[in-house]
């Protein structure tokens, strides 16, 4: 295939092309393999200035043969500042869904601007953006990755003008290990063109990018010879780790009671505590009592039985009768349309902060997402005025929030075992979790849970850590969780930065 190469390059207040759409006989709704557009910013982070570049366009994804076979669009934040990068980290940012697009991250929390929201996470009119006074960019460059299908970044025809059939697309993109393995290699020419071999490098992932930059570990290290410096899971998936039956039942209770906590359902003896001392109570509970008797089913001891549930239902919000009828397995969806059924409201999935309206209170879960219709009003608009009005890329090719990637292939998930490879086989690989407590599609105990299997041996848990906050999936949006989020991502990257001289080894 011929690469057709578009290297554009503007910086604020100069445009080098008079039209970026051409004459109408070339028109076509088709993204560039190949395109950059650079601009030039400034901006304060924890009262330091900080002068930055933005690069944003496409790179080619090259198969085996050297052929171009999609395009993936992304943003990479370059202090302008630093002369020597050697020791300057590079932060690569995944989102998820799988078929969601790098922009839940990018606008809303590590990058230097963030959403035009109210301190709660909720949409404000005139959508746009604002000044991101945390961050990471002063301490960190930073690229965001769109993969296959999502934001700008699409499949690309062939010679004669066609796609690959949608069994080859999927075989090349849309699976945990196809995505993994192109995404590495896509990953070696942005780091090659770029000159950043030797700065630290660090993977983040939300949600589904979790499971991406798990896989990625191991990958870069074992296909690209690329180490790793560190991995933030924010929002973690399973990992391919499985927690069925008991375990997910147990799992979810101190979820169910940071919510009850939140919307103030609880007895006066939790509720009264603050949520990081009351968590822990529900956490030993749900370990030691409630998963062995899910374990034990209809055999349990009736006087013990009836002990239990009424210990979950003060925990959790709901009643006796709710918690007993469901036989201590109270499915997240029923608690999402149960908790709140009385008022007539439903909570949100990846936020149970967040209150929806049902067309009937009755019923077995919620007609909708509320959390995530909110999330759209401000992200949508605030990310297309950004791209085309701030960082001057124009495309008429629609941005995916998010894109067509399924049937997504999520078997030989293996991705948490790979990430304990990749921290076994290099000494200076570091992780950390981020999780919210009132997230219910990936919980902050399962978050917990994924992080205690990651390394059964316990020889590697120095270099494990854990942080919650009082918020959701997208703990960010808050605004004293954006502000202590990125200043743990901060630290994290500082402290797992080697010393002058310190070798990658296990001492004896």
């Known amino acids: 295939m011929t690469l057709i190469k578009s290297l554009l390059t503007l910086t604020v207040g100069i445009t080098l092309l008079a039209s970026p759409y051409g004459h109408a006989e070339d028109y076509s709704r088709a993204i560039e393999p190949d395109s950059t557009v650079v601009t030039e910013h400034k901006t304060t982070i924890n009262g330091d200035r900080v002068n930055y570049t933005a690069t944003t366009g496409t790179q080619p994804v090259w198969n085996d043969e050297g052929d171009a076979v999609a395009a993936l669009h992304y943003t990479y934040y370059k202090r302008s500042d630093v002369k020597d990068d050697s020791t300057r980290p590079l932060v690569i940012s995944f989102n998820g869904g799988p078929g969601s697009a790098s922009v839940w991250m990018h606008i809303a929390y590590t990058g230097p601007v963030i959403l035009n929201i109210d301190d709660e996470g909720y949409p404000l009119q005139p959508y746009g953006v604002k000044k991101n006074p945390y961050s990471i960019l002063d301490v960190a460059d930073i690229v965001y990755v769109n993969p296959v299908n999502t934001g700008y970044s699409r499949v690309l025809k062939n010679e004669e003008g066609e796609l690959p059939s949608k069994d080859a697309q999927k075989e090349m993109f849309f699976g945990v290990n196809a995505d993994v393995k192109y995404l590495a290699e896509w990953l070696n ?26 896989g990625l570990a191991l990958a870069l290290q074992n296909s690209q010879w690329m180490y790793l410096n560190g991995v933030v899971l924010v929002s973690p998936t399973d990992l391919g780790i499985k927690r069925d039956g008991p375990v997910d039942v147990a799992n979810r209770l101190p979820y169910f009671a940071a919510t009850a906590w939140h919307h103030k359902l609880l007895a006066p003896e939790y509720q009264n505590m603050a949520l990081e001392e009351f968590l822990p109570q529900v956490e030993a509970f749900a370990l030691n009592k409630l998963l ?11 006087t013990e039985k009836q002990a239990i549930i009424a210990q979950v239902a003060a925990y959790s919000g709901l009643s006796e009768k709710a918690v007993e009828q469901n036989n201590l397995d109270v499915s997240p969806w029923y608690y999402w349309k149960e908790l709140l059924r009385g008022e007539g409201k439903t909570v949100g999935r990846l936020d149970s902060r967040y209150l929806g309206i049902d067309g009937k209170d009755s019923g077995s879960r919620p007609d909708y997402n509320a959390e995530l219709t909110s999330w759209l009003h401000s992200f949508t608009p605030a990310l297309n005025y950004y791209l085309r009005e701030v960082l001057n890329y124009k495309t008429d090719v629609k941005y995916n929030m998010f894109g067509p990637v399924h049937p997504w292939d999520r078997s030989n998930d293996k991705t948490g075992e790979n990430l304990r490879l990749a921290m076994a086989a290099n000494p200076y690989l570091h992780v950390m979790i981020q999780s919210g407590y009132y997230d219910g599609a990936t919980n902050y105990f399962d978050a917990k849970y994924t992080l205690w299997q990651l390394d059964a041996s316990g020889k590697m848990k120095d270099r494990l850590s854990f942080k919650g906050y009082r918020s959701g999936h997208m703990m960010y949006l808050r605004h004293e969780d954006l502000e202590s989020a990125n200043n743990d991502i901060r630290d994290f990257i500082k402290t797992s930065l080697p010393g002058k001289n310190e070798a990658a080894k296990y001492p004896r």
């Open 189 to 214: 020419t942005f780091v090659t063109r770029n000159n950043r071999w030797r700065s630290p490098k660090y993977l983040i992932g939300e949600s589904y990018g979790t499971t991406r930059v798990s």
């Open 292 to 302: 062995p008797a899910v374990a034990r089913g209809g055999f349990i001891g009736e």
